[in-house]
């Protein structure tokens, strides 16, 4: 019933710009955490940023101070800002929301979306 679609991700050059999006939709009751997540061949998934419903973030060392994450309540989407890319930002990137949906409002899960691709190379 509740689905996360991604968008956003391609090639760029070191040193650039990319802002990725995430649109949760379906039967939704209420979206809670959300964040940003990503693999590179040969390794292993791992935590970029996230978001409460209030604001509070969180984010991977490796990633402060270059990306920002964000969010829109009212669209249950979530955003993440990536400046000053590397090489090593090269990754399928994947959001994350914690979801309630309307069958079951007291109960949340987590859902995935199926990840974008994100190439830093020049």
């Known amino acids: 019933q509740v689905q996360l679609v991604e968008s956003g991700g391609g090639l760029v050059q070191p040193g650039g710009s990319l802002r990725l999006s995430c649109a949760a939709s379906g039967s939704i009751f209420r979206v809670y955490t959300m964040g940003w997540y990503r693999q590179a061949p040969g390794n292993q998934r791992e935590l970029v940023a996230t978001i409460t419903r209030s604001g509070s973030t969180n984010y991977a060392d490796s990633v402060k101070g270059r990306f920002t994450i964000s969010r829109d309540n009212a669209k249950n989407t979530v955003y993440l800002q990536m400046n000053s890319l590397k090489p090593e930002d090269t990754a399928v990137y994947s959001c994350?929301?914690?979801?309630?949906?309307?069958?079951?409002?007291?109960?949340?899960?987590?859902?995935w979306g199926q990840g974008t691709q994100v190439t830093v190379s020049s």
């Open positions: 994350n929301a914690e979801v309630a949906s309307n069958a079951s409002p007291l109960r949340s899960w987590p859902y």
